[in-house]
Protein backbone atom coordinates (compact mmCIF):
# COMPACT_ATOMS: atom_id res chain seq x y z
CA UNK A 1 0.00 0.00 0.00
CA UNK A 2 1.68 3.41 -1.13
CA UNK A 3 1.09 6.44 1.01
CA UNK A 4 -1.30 7.76 -1.99
CA UNK A 5 -3.57 4.28 -1.19
CA UNK A 6 -3.57 5.21 2.27
CA UNK A 7 -4.30 8.70 1.84
CA UNK A 8 -7.40 7.98 -0.53
CA UNK A 9 -8.35 5.94 1.96
CA UNK A 10 -8.76 8.16 5.16
CA UNK A 11 -10.50 10.36 3.21
CA UNK A 12 -12.55 7.54 1.67
CA UNK A 13 -13.15 6.70 5.51
CA UNK A 14 -13.74 10.29 6.11
CA UNK A 15 -16.42 10.98 3.82
CA UNK A 16 -18.45 7.77 4.70
CA UNK A 17 -19.12 8.85 7.85
CA UNK A 18 -22.24 11.06 7.30
CA UNK A 19 -24.64 12.90 9.58
CA UNK A 20 -28.03 12.69 9.28
CA UNK A 21 -28.60 14.28 6.82
CA UNK A 22 -26.51 12.08 4.66
CA UNK A 23 -24.36 14.74 2.85
CA UNK A 24 -21.87 16.17 5.69
CA UNK A 25 -19.60 14.65 8.09
CA UNK A 26 -21.17 14.77 12.06
CA UNK A 27 -18.55 17.07 12.69
CA UNK A 28 -18.07 20.71 12.98
CA UNK A 29 -16.10 22.78 10.79
CA UNK A 30 -13.98 23.07 13.70
CA UNK A 31 -13.95 20.09 15.02
CA UNK A 32 -13.13 18.33 11.46
CA UNK A 33 -9.92 20.28 11.92
CA UNK A 34 -8.86 18.67 14.77
CA UNK A 35 -9.26 15.50 13.80
CA UNK A 36 -7.55 15.91 10.71
CA UNK A 37 -4.79 17.95 12.47
CA UNK A 38 -4.65 15.15 15.33
CA UNK A 39 -4.35 12.40 12.53
CA UNK A 40 -1.33 14.55 11.42
CA UNK A 41 -0.08 14.83 14.27
CA UNK A 42 -0.29 11.11 15.47
CA UNK A 43 1.27 10.13 12.04
CA UNK A 44 4.54 12.29 12.39
CA UNK A 45 4.64 10.65 15.80
CA UNK A 46 4.31 7.22 14.79
CA UNK A 47 7.00 7.94 11.81
CA UNK A 48 9.63 9.32 14.43
CA UNK A 49 8.87 6.36 17.28
CA UNK A 50 9.44 3.72 14.32
CA UNK A 51 12.88 5.64 13.58
CA UNK A 52 14.07 5.56 16.75
CA UNK A 53 13.00 2.14 17.59
CA UNK A 54 14.90 1.11 14.18
CA UNK A 55 18.20 3.26 15.45
CA UNK A 56 18.19 1.10 18.50
CA UNK A 57 18.08 -2.03 16.98
CA UNK A 58 20.86 -0.43 14.78
CA UNK A 59 18.89 -1.41 11.55
CA UNK A 60 18.88 0.35 7.67
CA UNK A 61 15.80 0.60 7.09
CA UNK A 62 12.36 1.22 9.28
CA UNK A 63 10.33 -2.64 9.58
CA UNK A 64 6.79 -3.45 9.73
CA UNK A 65 7.77 -4.76 12.98
CA UNK A 66 9.32 -1.04 14.15
CA UNK A 67 6.14 0.50 13.05
CA UNK A 68 4.01 -1.90 14.80
CA UNK A 69 6.31 -1.49 17.82
CA UNK A 70 5.91 2.38 17.63
CA UNK A 71 2.46 2.47 17.48
CA UNK A 72 1.93 0.26 20.23
CA UNK A 73 4.62 2.52 22.32
CA UNK A 74 2.33 5.08 21.34
CA UNK A 75 -0.97 3.55 22.65
CA UNK A 76 0.31 3.00 25.80
CA UNK A 77 2.35 6.15 26.65
CA UNK A 78 0.04 8.43 26.36
CA UNK A 79 -2.28 6.91 29.02
CA UNK A 80 0.16 5.00 31.31
CA UNK A 81 2.22 8.26 31.60
CA UNK A 82 -0.54 10.11 32.99
CA UNK A 83 -1.09 7.47 35.62
CA UNK A 84 2.85 6.85 36.24
CA UNK A 85 3.10 10.19 37.34
CA UNK A 86 -0.30 9.62 39.53
CA UNK A 87 1.24 7.01 41.24
CA UNK A 88 4.55 8.44 41.68
CA UNK A 89 2.73 11.39 43.62
CA UNK A 90 0.47 9.22 45.37
CA UNK A 91 3.35 7.02 46.88
CA UNK A 92 5.55 10.04 47.74
CA UNK A 93 2.08 11.63 50.08
CA UNK A 94 2.01 8.07 51.25
CA UNK A 95 5.69 7.79 52.02
CA UNK A 96 5.08 10.98 53.85
CA UNK A 97 2.10 10.46 55.57
CA UNK A 98 4.19 6.93 56.80
CA UNK A 99 7.08 9.02 58.08
CA UNK A 100 4.60 11.80 59.69
CA UNK A 101 3.07 9.02 61.87
CA UNK A 102 5.97 7.16 62.73
CA UNK A 103 7.59 10.30 64.17
CA UNK A 104 4.35 11.18 66.14
CA UNK A 105 4.64 8.02 67.20
CA UNK A 106 8.10 8.17 68.16
CA UNK A 107 8.31 10.94 69.98
CA UNK A 108 4.75 10.47 71.90
CA UNK A 109 3.27 13.76 70.15
CA UNK A 110 -0.12 13.64 68.46
CA UNK A 111 -2.79 16.88 67.62
CA UNK A 112 -5.95 16.67 66.61
CA UNK A 113 -5.15 18.86 63.28
CA UNK A 114 -1.58 16.32 62.54
CA UNK A 115 -3.25 13.32 63.04
CA UNK A 116 -6.12 14.49 60.48
CA UNK A 117 -4.05 16.16 58.29
CA UNK A 118 -1.97 13.31 58.10
CA UNK A 119 -4.25 10.43 57.85
CA UNK A 120 -5.70 12.57 54.46
CA UNK A 121 -2.12 12.92 53.10
CA UNK A 122 -2.25 8.65 53.72
CA UNK A 123 -5.89 7.81 52.24
CA UNK A 124 -5.07 10.27 49.24
CA UNK A 125 -1.41 8.61 48.40
CA UNK A 126 -3.40 5.45 48.76
CA UNK A 127 -5.88 5.72 46.38
CA UNK A 128 -3.23 7.32 43.78
CA UNK A 129 -1.44 4.62 43.97
CA UNK A 130 -4.57 2.21 43.84
CA UNK A 131 -5.40 4.02 40.71
CA UNK A 132 -2.02 3.76 39.17
CA UNK A 133 -2.20 0.01 39.93
CA UNK A 134 -5.53 -0.47 38.21
CA UNK A 135 -4.58 1.65 35.29
CA UNK A 136 -1.48 -0.42 34.74
Avoid at 62 to 83: D, K, M, Q, V
Amino acid sequence: MTSDDSESTLSDDLKRITGPDGDRPPFSAHAYEVLRTTIVEYVSDLVAESARIAGRSRADDISAAHIERAAEHLANTTRGRFYRHVGTIGGIMFGGALSNLLSMTLENRYGAAGILITTGFAIVGTALVAAHIVND
